[in-house]
């Protein structure tokens, strides 16, 4: 059993305990000319840098990435960030770990939302796109995959389930929407709600690690999406032509503008709410991790770690509710403050890159 998760350490700790290697790199100051190994090793509640500065040449060619490993090391904080400085690496035994305390799980019921799904699908009340939405959901080929994928890298939902507990949690969503805006095509926001992401079932890598393929890198799940959907509607006879092009219209608009990777703006009132339904999701799931998250500078603080996502670092209203502290107490942090400087265009592509462009 693993006997240490990334989100408990703290600074000085000596620790004996499995990770999985995501990255590995021997690196070389080019002022000081000192190599050293370093390694990203991750579990189930996070990341955390490792390096390794004496007698590591032995050791690279004895694992790779995505394998388990045994480590020994002392926890240190660098720049504000948990590391770890590495005294061994022993390759990891499969009976020595459990593979699931590497990769972090929706903590909703897979089937449970699989069926919540299922049924909504079973109730679409347009033929068309009932025939096209059960032979993507059921397709046994796919089920087990979209039961499994996480919604994005990092950023969203970037949990095992994660694509799951997304698509069921818009569908909720736009039960309300449709009570309120009667002149939404329900079954054809469904449909955008179900298939929208779909793409990411092969865009992404979850064996092992959570990390992109080769098809994802080159491809992107928009257009694995259109491609998938492309062929079921193919394998409809006689499937409304019209239809089709407002199903594929709902995926390649969703992420909402150019900027983000969308070939069209929605352009529909369907398209329109599923990008907004989407968008709110995807960032109400981005708080809830950084909510969730404790700095390991300050566990009890008021204020989250800065969200590179949203640009912005996050007050625990509960907290701040409830706590006695001054207004200067409750401050943000001067170097993580949302209000500290604007980003640049360039920056707020690159820190918005993976889920906004994936949402």
């Given amino acids: 059993m693993k006997s240490h998760f990334v989100v408990d350490l ?3 700790q000596l620790i004996v305990s ?4 995501r990255e590995k790199e021997v690196r070389t100051s080019f002022r000081t000319g000192t190599s050293w190994l370093q390694v990203e090793l991750v579990d189930r509640t996070g990341a955390i840098c490792g390096k390794m500065w004496d007698n590591f040449a032995p050791l690279v060619p004895t694992f790779e990435r995505d394998d388990v490993v045994q480590v020994r090391g002392r926890v240190k904080l660098f720049n504000g960030q948990k590391e770890l400085t590495l005294e061994q690496i022993l390759p990891a035994l499969e009976r020595d770990y459990d593979l699931s305390d590497f990769l972090p799980h929706t903590k909703r019921d897979v089937e449970q939302m699989y069926a919540e ?27 087990p995959r979209l039961k499994r994928a996480p919604a994005a890298m990092t950023m969203h939902h970037a949990f095992i389930g994660g694509l799951l507990e997304h698509i069921v949690s818009l569908v909720a969503l736009a039960r309300s929407l449709g009570g309120h805006y009667p002149e939404v095509d329900a079954d054809l926001l469904l449909t955008g709600i179900v ?75 369907e398209a329109v ?14 708080m809830r991790a950084s909510l ?20 912005r670092a996050l007050l625990r209203s509960d907290k701040y509710l409830s706590s006695n502290r001054s207004n200067d107490d409750a401050a943000a942090p001067a170097d993580v ?17 993976d889920d906004r462009v994936s949402p």
Avoid at 18 to 21: M, Q, R
Avoid at 216 to 229: A, D, F, M, S
Avoid at 273 to 286: E, N, P, Q, R, V
């Fill in 195 to 269: 298939l929208h992401d779909v793409g990411k079932i092969y865009e992404l890598r979850y064996a092992r690690a959570i990390d992109y393929s080769t098809e994802g890198r080159l491809l992107g799940h928009i257009t694995i999406g259109v491609q998938l959907v492309h062929e079921k509607i193919k394998a409809i006879p006689d499937f409304p032509r019209h239809l089709a092009v407002l199903v594929e219209h709902l995926i390649v608009s969703h992420h909402g503008s150019h900027e983000f990777g969308s070939p069209a703006l929605p352009q529909t009132r």
């Fill in 18 to 21: 499995h990770f999985l290697v």
């Fill in 10 to 12: 703290s600074d000085g």
């Fill in 292 to 311: 969730d998250h404790a700095s390991p500078l300050a566990v009890d603080s008021l204020w989250t770690d800065r969200n590179p996502s949203l640009r």
């Fill in 337 to 353: 403050s949302q209000n500290s400087r604007v980003a640049a265009p360039a920056e707020k592509l690159a820190a918005e890159k």
């Fill in 273 to 286: 709410a599923l990008h907004f339904l989407d968008d709110i999701d995807s960032k109400m799931a981005t």
């Fill in 117 to 143: 799904l299922s049924m909504a699908v079973a109730a679409t009340g347009n033929p068309w796109l009932r025939q096209l939405l059960v032979s993507v959901v059921a397709d046994p080929s796919i089920a």
